[in-house]
């Protein structure tokens, strides 16, 4: 069988790849990531080992956000997603780099640690009061977390951090943030989306303008009688300097939900100078099961359902007129979590998205099938979609006087096409810039992608992400280059890299003209987990910053540069 491979240097040298990777991979195992561990905060600040040359101009902190702890007594969380949120840091000044940690103290965290056990509900773990604890305490605890929303939803913010004016706020995706000091890592106080604006749930992947101004979407339900998405634009200072920017929120667009009951699960959305692009996408959340799910003992998530026989819907809108382009965008039933850049290139929207063909990434991260220690091969969830890096294109164009089944698409640079249909339809087809790589590579896709966001809304060249292979774990970064399709890669054996993160150099000269930020997790023991900092350019390591204590895995998050 393997005797022609012997022929051509080039089978063999991927067999050689194989083989090594298989072993790796068998490695790995013993050393995966224990994602039911609680881990311990570190409030006071600690000096980093740094091995290498940090350049002189990177001053400012990396903010990241991530769950942290996933048993309260005895209780624990079902899923990942669920657990307390914890921020940690890693703060560059002068060449050394210091690192802390602190739970998140929100009501939901307080409220949990005063009974000893969860009481709050998270997306994945329906909670129920503790029957040890009065019904007034019971109430209070509550109405606390609530206050003025239908759906009793929790504060414990542990998905990213945003910025609105001058203020960081830990986010998930309901209508809580919570304001925190970026260099201390403390709690401020819980702000409530819904007494600036109508939304119920809200995206934890803002845009940012040059001028400062953020911009946000969200789902407003049954509000009305009406169930819809708004898009708002906060300003970089608030008239009054005493209140915060959110006071001075602005609607661009409200855009109908196609199912008043159902609406469309999304996590990011897409920007470029004129128009802003929102995939409705037919993962959708049924609001008559929510509303009910505490009653017949189910969790939130049960209530999320993939309709595969759906299409989705794009919006696009213009950003001018504060409306919908007449044109209808549709193309097959997908999933995205992330939009990775959108832009416009003569008459053209062109943006890409890490998609996937159903909803099977929220059911891997069930602690259940992550259960085991560093001793034993854990029951990894497994992805029955594997995520692709799509690039899809909508004309800007009229197409009066064009045949059913022509491609508007001009773009030479690009096989995307959007097909006329029927009813003055367009079904976009994406080209598929990468997608999950060769059997004996044993990748699934690439996640987590963050770019120059010099260029954001602007066309770019490259795409720095994580690569995902057996388990959940992201076992190397990567840089794509997306008009060559090349990639090149960091790994390191029983290494987890987090999302890498795009700082670029003062006056850069080149897109990649900066470094590469990730956290990296070491499992194994007698290895300290570290901060890399890579060239962006040559992709190479330049330095680490090792850290002797139990860092997490988390999500997203900021760099926020040192003021000056």
């Known amino acids: 069988v393997f005797y022609p491979l012997s022929k051509s240097k080039k089978w063999m040298d991927l067999l050689s790849v194989h083989i090594k990777r298989i072993i790796t991979n068998r490695r790995a195992v013993k050393m995966q990531y224990d994602y039911s561990k609680n881990k311990e905060e570190k409030p006071d600040p600690v000096k980093a080992d740094v091995k290498g040359t940090l350049p002189a101009w990177l001053q400012g902190t990396l903010l990241r956000n991530g769950p942290g702890m996933f048993s309260v007594g005895e209780t624990s969380y079902n899923h990942w997603f669920d657990g307390l949120a914890l921020l940690h840091s890693f703060t560059f000044k002068d060449g050394d780099v210091f690192y802390r940690s602190k739970f998140l103290r929100g009501d939901t965290y307080k409220c949990n640690m005063e009974a000893n056990r969860i009481v709050v509900s998270e997306m994945g773990t329906m909670a129920y009061p503790d029957p040890c604890k009065n019904i007034f305490s019971n109430f209070f ?27 960081y706020y830990a986010t998930s995706e309901t209508n ?7 260099d201390t890592l403390e709690t401020y106080e819980k702000v409530d989306y819904l007494k600036y604006i109508a939304v119920n749930l809200v995206t934890s992947h803002p845009h940012y303008g040059k001028d400062g101004s953020s911009y946000n979407m969200g789902t407003s339900i049954a509000d009305k009688g009406k169930t819809r998405y708004s898009i708002f634009k906060i300003p970089p200072t608030a008239q009054d300097k005493k209140s915060p920017s959110l006071k001075d929120l602005e609607v661009i667009c409200s855009v109908p939900c196609r199912s008043l009951l159902t609406p469309s699960y999304y996590h990011s959305f897409g920007m470029t100078d004129n128009y802003i692009i929102f995939i409705e996408q037919p993962f959708k959340l049924d609001i008559l099961k929510m509303a009910t799910a505490y009653f017949r003992g189910v969790n939130w998530a049960s209530c999320l359902n993939f309709h595969s026989n ?15 382009v007449p044109t209808k965008f549709i193309t097959d039933a997908l999933v995205v979590y992330h939009h990775v850049n959108a832009y416009e290139e003569d008459g053209h929207v062109v943006f890409d998205v890490i998609a996937y063909k159903d909803n099977s990434l929220y059911d891997m991260f069930y602690l259940a099938n992550l259960q085991g220690g560093l001793d034993q091969p854990k029951k990894m969830g497994k992805l029955t979609s594997k995520p692709e890096y799509k690039r899809f294109v909508l004309p800007l164009h009229s197409d009066k006087g064009v045949d059913v089944g022509s491609d508007l698409v001009k773009l030479k640079s690009t096989t995307a096409a959007a097909l ?7 079904y976009c087809k994406p080209e598929i810039l990468f997608e999950a790589n060769l059997w004996w590579l ?11 966001y010099d260029f954001n809304g602007k066309k770019h060249r490259y795409v720095y992400v994580t690569g995902v292979e057996l388990s959940p774990v992201p076992t190397k970064i990567m840089k794509l280059d997306v008009e060559t399709k090349q990639m090149v890669e960091w790994s390191e054996e029983n290494c987890w890299p987090s999302e890498p993160v795009f700082i670029p150099a003062p006056n850069p000269l080149e897109e990649d003209d900066g470094v590469v930020l990730s956290v990296v997790v070491c499992p ?17 390591e330049i330095a680490r910053a090792s850290v002797d204590t139990d860092i997490h895995i988390d999500m997203h998050g900021v760099f926020v540069p040192q003021r000056t």
């Open 141 to 167: 605890c509550r109405f606390t977390i609530a206050e003025h929303s239908p759906i009793y939803f929790t504060d414990n913010c542990g998905t990213n951090i945003i910025k609105y004016g001058e203020d």
């Open 442 to 452: 044993n990748l699934s896709g690439v996640e987590l992608p963050r770019i120059n």
């Open 420 to 426: 006329k249909e029927k009813e003055g339809k367009l």
């Open 524 to 540: 194994e023991p007698g290895k300290s987990s570290f901060l890399l900092v890579q060239d962006a350019r040559s992709f190479g």
């Open 176 to 182: 809580y943030i919570r304001k925190i000091d970026h």
């Open 310 to 324: 759906d299409n989705t819907l794009i919006h696009l809108i213009d950003r001018k007129t504060h409306k919908p």
